[in-house]
């Protein structure tokens, strides 16, 4: 804006399990669903990662008609994460077994060492 000056945003952290909870929000777009589990599930290292077939699991929702639980198909899954890159809020590295937010959007603290990630391999 004209006639304020540019200075370093103050740093702030998030709370986990608020982005976890927002996750399970059927109202919300399936791909902000999945960011709010990488925000809400992420290491050290920035990965959220997920056994085959558990993030499908995770974004499921109660069919409140039938009481029966409904889960996205793989290729949706697979397009939610890749939305989600395209908007920038994941890293392109993520996939439907590894959701990595990007490193400019996070900061852990004091170098600690994190448990590798089981799909990139990497750790903090």
Same mark, same amino acid.
């Given at each position: 804006?004209?006639?304020?000056?540019?200075?370093?945003?103050?740093?702030?952290?998030?709370?986990?399990?608020?982005?976890?909870?927002? $996750? @399970?929000?059927?109202?919300?777009? +399936?791909? #902000?669903?999945?960011?709010? !589990?990488?925000?809400?599930?992420?290491?050290?290292? =920035?990965? $959220? @990662?997920?056994?085959?077939?558990? +993030?499908? #699991?995770?974004?499921?929702? !109660?069919?409140?008609?039938?009481?029966?639980?409904? =889960?996205?198909?793989?290729?949706?899954?697979?397009?939610?994460?890749?939305?989600?890159?395209?908007?920038?809020?994941?890293?392109?590295?993520?996939? =439907?077994?590894?959701?990595?937010?990007?490193?400019?959007?996070?900061?852990?603290?004091?170098?600690?060492?994190?448990?590798?990630?089981?799909?990139? =391999?990497?750790?903090?």
């Amino acid at each position: 804006m004209k006639g304020i000056p540019a200075r370093t945003p103050p740093w702030a952290g998030h709370l986990q399990g608020e982005w976890e909870a927002r $996750a @399970s929000n059927s109202a919300l777009p +399936l791909w #902000l669903r999945v960011v709010s !589990l990488a925000y809400g599930m992420h290491a050290l290292n =920035g990965h $959220a @990662s997920y056994g085959p077939g558990d +993030l499908g #699991l995770a974004l499921s929702t !109660l069919d409140p008609e039938t009481g029966e639980i409904q =889960g996205p198909s793989r290729q949706t899954v697979h397009h939610a994460v890749k939305r989600a890159v395209e908007h920038g809020w994941l890293d392109p590295s993520s996939t =439907g077994r590894c959701l990595v937010v990007p490193g400019n959007l996070l900061h852990s603290g004091p170098p600690q060492r994190a448990r590798a990630c089981i799909v990139h =391999g990497v750790g903090a």
